[in-house]
């Protein structure tokens, strides 16, 4: 039986994960963490709190930007295993989680999103780039959503430049006009962030060679349901590895 506690757990995505996980029978939900819903003895206000409080063996994030660096390396100093869903984790931000799971003999696995059909864009995407020499992001998010690109959007970016850095273009440094309009680079990809209502959090590459385009778009639907298995095959799988692995791609 795999103890689990849930960061976030009355939020979109963790108030689903955490059912999913009570209805497991090889999961045990043993605590959550959540500012408004603690009090309960189940859930408390910090992810240090419910790791201290109840001995778990998987941390599963689904917060916020500004909590989710803190609460990683919260469960890795309690030899905690993590899965993270959450956004807003940098390449250097990995790196060092990477570190210190190391150094704490855990695994840790982080995904932009752990959507199996999104997923197949970024293992998609990869062998596109391979054969296709030039390429950019756009990123869809909902109005409210604060930190940009999105988890998703990163997260691809830096896959395709694992692969190799896309050509073509006016160097930006050669533009005339604001270089914002450009969007942002990540990974030597430039990635352009629309913030509206009615998105969730959709993602599209663009490839392109001379006379054709190929698109691969991911959109997911208002609710958390695509989320929830990915969740728990990294849950599953997280226990069996030292150090960061990124991406539910490399899980399929």
């Given at each position: 039986?795999?103890?689990?506690?849930?960061?976030?757990?009355?939020?979109?995505?963790?108030?689903p994960v955490a059912e999913a996980v009570r209805a497991a029978e090889d999961l045990e939900l043993v605590s959550g963490a959540s500012r408004s819903g603690a009090g309960d003895g189940v859930v408390f206000a910090s992810v240090a709190e419910a790791?201290?409080?109840?001995?778990?063996?998987?941390?599963?994030d689904f917060t916020s930007a500004e909590a989710v660096e803190t609460n990683v390396h919260a469960a890795l100093e309690r030899g905690v295993a993590v899965v993270v869903g959450s956004s807003g984790l940098t390449a250097e931000d990995y790196a060092a989680i990477d570190a210190r799971a190391r150094e704490a003999g855990v695994g840790v696995i982080a995904a932009g999103n752990f959507s199996v059909l999104a997923a197949l864009l970024l293992r998609s995407a990869r062998e596109a780039a391979r054969h296709v020499g030039a390429w950019e992001v756009i990123d869809y998010a909902s109005a409210g959503k604060p930190d940009v690109p999105s988890g998703t959007a990163r997260e691809l970016a830096e896959a395709l430049g694992e692969v190799r850095e896309p050509g073509g273009g006016v160097p930006l440094a050669e533009l005339h006009g604001p270089v914002?309009?450009?969007?942002?680079?990540?990974?030597?990809t430039q990635i352009h962030s629309v913030r509206l209502p009615s998105f969730v959090v959709s993602t599209e590459v663009v490839f392109a060679a001379p006379g054709e385009r190929l698109v691969i778009r991911h959109d997911p639907g208002e609710s958390p349901d695509p989320y929830v298995a990915g969740t728990l095959l990294a849950i599953r799988a997280v226990r069996d590895r030292v150090g960061l692995t990124r991406g539910l791609d490399s899980l399929l």
């Open positions: 039986m795999i103890r689990v506690s849930v960061a976030g757990i009355t939020g979109w995505t963790g108030g790791l201290d409080a109840v001995p778990a063996d998987v941390l599963v914002e309009a450009r969007g942002a680079a990540v990974g030597g």
